[in-house]
């Protein structure tokens, strides 16, 4: 049973402390994701970035923060009005709030109390990260319909189809955790890596929530949701001044949250890598924060990394990564997690060396498909190539298919 007995007993200026701590902390890393974002990209496609406010462009997050804020806050004249102004708030509060399970170090003294670096935990926390993640998108599906317009509305809907075909495989990513280590507690799974961290023991889940989490924060090649190439700004384009800025705080929040919860699943948490592991004192007191922060900037560096690298997907590319790809792997990988826990608790003597080995295997053949699925596709199976391509069939001008030529037989 993990034990959870350092939570619920805190003062409550103690627990307000926590709290204040966390939202600066979610905070100070949002005006620096910002930053980084921009500096790395722009060193990415060999640009300066920003220079110009602050020392080499520091303080170029407060402007912009400065900027939202005394924009004109235009609400245009046919919006519903309550759920127009609601749908911000819908999506940034969860987000916020997400974060209150998140182990961010060990217990430590605080003025004569023990407490542990996290403002509370129960056996079931990770279900209640993923269900405030689900309640997040609702801010996004309201803002597009509340809008009037039809390009928010469009990328409302696209935001509906997302969650729904990527919460499931990071859903069933959870359950290896959740079978490997027998608690759904985020504490408790990580003091259950303190052996071996399962980033290398369950590799195909790891994949499969790296990816899905990519998804799940809008964020691209999978900013579906926002494309202003083909929807003008998606569900955010009626927007503008602090709640363009609360959309804008959601997402990079998100971002925040879902790394830490990668770290907290897999990488062990706070607690310290090798080789640092081997001194006692690197995960004691204060200094396994130092850890966790450093983890969750890994993978925010990882999303940056993605936005300067990758091009925005297909929508048909989008949705079949996540239903003919990811949700299968997905259930085969527990099923093969399911059948060695089962072993185990039958007495047979399947070691972890069987698990990695499977994952290994398993993780070849998804990364494969990855690939044959994102790879530039000739004509599908079962396409009619005696058909001529007409761009004005539905009555308004379309662009072809990539097997088709305008002009030309399909």
Known sequence: MTDLSLFGHDPWWL??????????????????????????????????????????????????????????????????????????????TPALMAFAVIPMGPAVSILGYRTALQLTDFPVAVLYVLALASIGVYGIVLAGWASRSTYPLLGGLRSTAQVISYEIPMALSFAAVFLVSGTMSTSGIVAAQAGHWYVFLLFPSFVIYLVSMVGETNRAPFDLPEAEGELVGGFHTEYSSLKFAMFMLAEYVNMVTVSALATTLFLGGWQAPWPLSVWAGANSGWLPLLWFVAKVWGFLFVFIWLRGTLPRLRYDQFMNLGWKILIPA?????????????????????????????????????????????????????????????????????????????????
């Open 15 to 92: 627990m307000l402390a926590k709290a204040l701590v966390i939202f600066v902390f979610l905070m100070m890393t949002l005006v620096f994701a910002v930053l980084a974002e921009r500096k790395i990209v722009a060193r990415m496609a060999m640009r300066v970035g920003p220079n110009r406010v602050g020392p080499k462009g520091a303080l170029q997050s407060v402007a912009d923060g400065v900027k939202m804020a005394l924009k004109e806050d235009i609400v245009p004249s046919g919006v519903d009005r309550p759920v127009y102004i609601l749908a911000p708030i819908l999506a940034a």
């Open 330 to 410: 997905s259930l085969v990988w527990v099923m093969i997690v399911a059948a060695v826990r089962a072993a185990r608790n039958e007495g047979y003597g399947v070691g972890s060396i069987a698990l990695v080995i499977a994952g290994a295997l398993v993780a070849i053949a998804l990364l494969a498909l990855l690939v044959k699925a994102l790879r530039p596709n000739r004509s599908p199976a079962g396409t009619e190539t005696d058909v001529p391509f007409d761009p004005m069939a539905g009555g308004f001008p379309v662009p072809p298919l990539p097997w088709q030529k305008e002009g030309s037989n399909a």
